[in-house]
């Protein structure tokens, strides 16, 4: 009932920027916590930064200070700004986003996104 729409990645050079967005539709009623996750070949899916219902943030110590998570509720849109890109962090990016359905009773919804390849390459 939650559907998730990223965009964003592609290739950049090294030291490079880009800009994820996650756009999320169907029948919300609020969004909760978000999350972006990435999957780098051969490697497990690990956690890269989240912010909570509250506008906390935490990020993976290796994207501290590089990466920023941001949301526009208004729009049920998450982002996560990517500067100073390095080659490590070629993966591909999936976000994650939780909240509450608009139905009666209501219910909690957790959705993923289809993923959006980041390269980054000389």
């Known amino acids: 009932q939650v559907q998730l729409v990223e965009s964003g990645g592609g290739l950049v050079q090294p030291g490079g920027s880009l800009r994820l967005s996650c756009a999320a539709s169907?029948?919300?009623?609020?969004?909760?916590?978000v999350g972006w996750h990435r999957q780098a070949p051969g490697k497990q899916r690990e956690l890269v930064a989240t912010?909570?219902?509250?506008?906390?943030?935490s990020y993976a110590d290796s994207v501290k200070g590089r990466f920023t998570i941001s949301r526009d509720n208004a729009k049920n849109t998450v982002y996560l700004q990517m500067i100073s890109l390095k080659p490590e962090d070629t993966a591909v990016y999936y976000c994650?986003?939780?909240?509450?359905?608009?139905?009666?009773?209501?219910?909690?919804?957790?959705?993923w996104g289809q993923g959006t390849q980041v390269t980054v390459s000389s």
């Open positions: 912010m909570s219902s509250g506008g906390s943030t």
């Open positions: 169907g029948n919300i009623f609020v969004i909760t916590a």
């Open positions: 994650n986003v939780a909240g509450i359905l608009r139905t009666a009773p209501q219910h909690p919804f957790d959705s």
